[in-house]
């Protein structure tokens, strides 16, 4: 199955090159596309550093790797779309997460589940 990657998996990826190259051969291989939203690619970058070669590689899978992007009309929706709950900290990191899940219809893949409580997201806890 197809999964939304948020920035916990791909600071994850970016501390384990191994782990990374492996999850993205299974996505290859099953051909499944691993949807990211460049907020989450821009924090991971910022907790994992700036120059890290395993988030770079993500750029060098175009069959595998779908970027999600939003324009100005869709950050509108975006903010009357996806609710705050009770986390507004964590808002800004979770809303074109669960944007590009709802609209790609395919599960979040993270390491925290908890962020995506109360999003009517379907959730896959990576290891």
């Known amino acids: 199955m197809s999964a939304t990657a948020d920035h916990t998996?791909?600071?994850?990826?970016?501390?384990?090159?191994v782990y990374g190259e492996v999850l993205l051969d299974d996505f290859r291989k099953q051909r499944r596309i691993l949807v990211v939203p460049t907020e989450s690619m821009a924090l991971a970058s910022r907790v994992a550093g700036d120059d890290s070669p395993s988030l770079s590689m993500l750029l060098q899978?175009?069959?595998?790797?779908?970027?999600?992007?939003?324009?100005?009309?869709t950050a509108l929706r975006l903010g009357q779309h996806v609710p705050l709950l009770d986390r507004l900290a964590e808002w800004s990191?979770?809303?074109?997460?669960?944007?590009?899940?709802?609209?790609?219809?395919i599960p979040v893949l993270t390491r925290q589940p908890e962020l995506y409580e109360g999003h009517h997201v379907m959730v896959v806890q990576a290891p």
């Open 9 to 17: 998996i791909l600071a994850h990826i970016a501390s384990l090159p």
């Open 61 to 73: 899978r175009p069959a595998t790797v779908k970027w999600s992007e939003l324009d100005p009309t």
């Open 93 to 105: 990191m979770v809303a074109p997460v669960v944007w590009a899940s709802q609209r790609h219809d």
